[in-house]
DNA sequence: CTGAAAGCGCTTACAG
DNA sequence: CTGAAAGCGCTTACAG
């Protein structure tokens, strides 16, 4: 940059009063009394000077980074497939803005999960949200006990780390319930990825449970892994179709392993819903145009980031939060994957 | 965090040494000359005490913050369409961890497109990388008079701010050329965005150019806006399937653009390609899934993420760049939507 | 209503 | 081969 950055030392200069002073009025620190005249004489100063107070002084003196770290574990292809993230992610980014926050994002392979407390060790971030937490992570065990603010987007058992998740055994209970209630007797899955994923069990649950309340045995040959693309969902549904009878419907706990799976329905000759009705999870905003479009159960994926990012800060500020985690609610869709009469 | 954070000074008492060194070791400054058995001494004193240098600290002292920042010009709702993007961010994230710098995210909306400055002139970041420049942006201008590194992701007219970018022109002409060679004379056009995102601009000349150099008229009324959302595409095929006689192929400069517009042939009774022909422009991850699955020109998203971290590090560092612009190459995608036949 | 001073935790010439 | 010292630009008790 030309000439030399201005500093607080310049604006109280030319304000004619402290760096104290200049400090407390531009911060707008509440409870002190300073004059209209200095505050404008202040305001105007720096105006004129184009005076930025600079991040890392104001970090290294107050210790706080005003940053927070988004951490999701995933590899490079779950990512760019990961339709849900860009809406968490706008989700945080607002939330973090308005309380003058920044986000900084990492993702993380499975591998070097302890790359990520580096962010927080080094006194990078103020706090992290954990996005796709495994069940078994003990650095984040590590973080947490030593009082490092997380939140956990999903949830991880047998931890009183808070987080922020969303109802996905009730949802994926609803969708089920909606393929039993139009007649089905015999229904596959797919999860959408791996059971070590706190989301994968949980929509699974779902599932089961429905399965059990209605008193349908389940059968372990139509129950298939995904994880997280739509090769993942093209070959499980291909291990379904060999099974005999087929299933007249299947669930498939991610709207983006789903596409994968219809069109290994497709390439077998089957149409949908008339030979085998689909029913997503997610709603991705594709969902709705995926042919048929797909019925699926609405993630809030805004609201969740908006929600994360929310809760992290006011821990971050050192509130107490009322509850430790809380869940959002799904939503129904119902589209055309899936037919409409009962 | 419990107990007190360690720093420079508990290592230096630890090994015996002073914090100069301390720093000198941990940096792996070159040229100096420090014995093994210090060395030693510094690194095993670090590790017993859990020792990591404070983030803040390291930046006020030397000035640069190794973050650089990632700014994407676009409103909330084309965000969540973006398959592209996540691409592009584990490209420049995985170069930026590659070099020891964090990445920080931050979507902004045309509207007040000098809230992104803020980053930079308070030294939040080293750099920005901008993504989806407009054609006219005085702030753009005004950071790199003052000698902000900056690193475009597309381009600008008339600037000489260095940038990274594909051979968008050319794709599309190799696009509509081969609509061309198999036959087509009637060929529609949406466009990915409006006019004044330069990748916009640039896809359409392509188009143009095609047309112009086999001697086939322009006609402006088979050609509509896109502005990056399916539900734009859907808007945008329904007027040019208004039109007679209809193209017999439509060229879409986005393939999420796409989907909205196939979805609109699908509806008004029409079949892809039998009765017209669709190309996309991108090939996202969902492309390939797409019914019928989308010939397309690809993007090397994660490649021009990766060239544009590494470019606008190594200005950060003081390099000097052989060129100001590099244009990647695009590839010709051909599947279904498209007919085989020449 | 406002200021002088200490301190946050590093890096980096400079000196020897 | 290594150290003493200054300085980066803020904030924040403390004092008056």
Redesign the interface.
Known sequence: ??AR?PTSVDVALLAGVSRTTVSLVLNHIPKVNISEATRKRVFEAARQL?Y??????R??ASGK?K?IGLVRLQS?EQ?????F???V??GI??VA?QRGF??????INHSNTNEYS??V????VDGIILSGPLQNDPELMRLHQ???PIMLLGQMANTDIPFVDVKAESGSETAVNHLISIGHKRIGMITNAKLEYSSAQQRKNGYINALTKANIQIDDRLIKEGDFT?ASGFLAMKEILKSSPLPSAVFIASD?VA??A??AI?QSGLRIPRDIEIFGFDDV??AQ?Y?PPLSTIRLPA?DLGWAAGDRLIRLILGEKLDLNGILLDTELILRESTSQAV
Do not use: C, W
């Open positions: 940059m030309s950055r184009n930025h107070p600079d991040a890392s002084g970090k290294l980074s940053t490079s990512v760019f497939n990961d339709a993230l860009l809406q992610l706008v980014e607002q803005s920044h986000v900084l994002l990492k993702h580096q962010l060790t080094e006194n990078f030593e009082g490092v739509p983006v596409i994968g219809i069109q497709k905003p594709m145009y042919d805004f």
